[in-house]
């Protein structure tokens, strides 16, 4: 658990920008989805995913999005991001990006995002290639979700 005082080193992954911040002085609802899409695209690499794996003709769609909202955060606050691997299947991977304040380190939002492997020359949902299975295998797992599942129930 995080101390509202605590002082914590993680890189940072954006500034809060001015087109962000709404009436309230603080950051909009829009952007932190436009936040954890960033750290979606720091992550994919470590999993095998993003551009080689588009160049095999495959891609990684959203299925579902989950937002909660912590503690505020205002102009120019700067954003650092933890993901976690929840959970996998053979076409489904449940992912969890936390958000923190990246000088403070309070967190201010997390999220949890369910995507699909997709066969883009298809456009239809296709079982993971081996090899990103075993990538997915191989990252310890993290808690279990708070609000998504791989399937609905």
């Given at each position: 658990m995080d101390h509202p005082?605590?002082?914590?080193?993680?890189?940072?992954?954006?500034?809060v920008r001015p087109e962000w911040?709404?009436?309230y002085g603080h950051m909009n609802v829009a952007p932190y989805v436009s936040v954890f899409d960033l750290a979606t695209d720091a992550l994919w690499p470590t999993l095998g995913?993003?551009?080689?794996?588009v160049a095999r003709g495959l891609g990684t769609f959203a299925a579902e999005n989950w937002v909660a909202?912590?503690?505020?955060v205002r102009l120019d606050d700067p954003l650092a991001a933890e993901s976690e691997v929840l959970a996998h299947d053979e076409k489904r991977l449940?992912?969890?990006?936390?958000?923190f304040h990246a000088e403070e380190g309070f967190e201010s939002a997390r999220c949890e995002l369910?995507?699909?492997?997709?066969?883009?020359s298809l456009r239809r949902v296709s079982r993971w290639p081996e090899e990103t299975r075993a990538a997915?295998?191989?990252v310890?797992?993290?808690?279990p979700p708070e609000r998504l599942a791989l399937r609905r129930t």
């Open positions: 005082q605590a002082r914590v080193t993680r890189p940072v992954l954006v500034r911040v709404d009436h995913l993003g551009e080689p794996f909202y912590r503690r505020e449940l992912i969890r990006h936390r958000l369910l995507f699909l492997c997709v066969d883009l997915f295998a191989a310890p797992p993290g808690p």
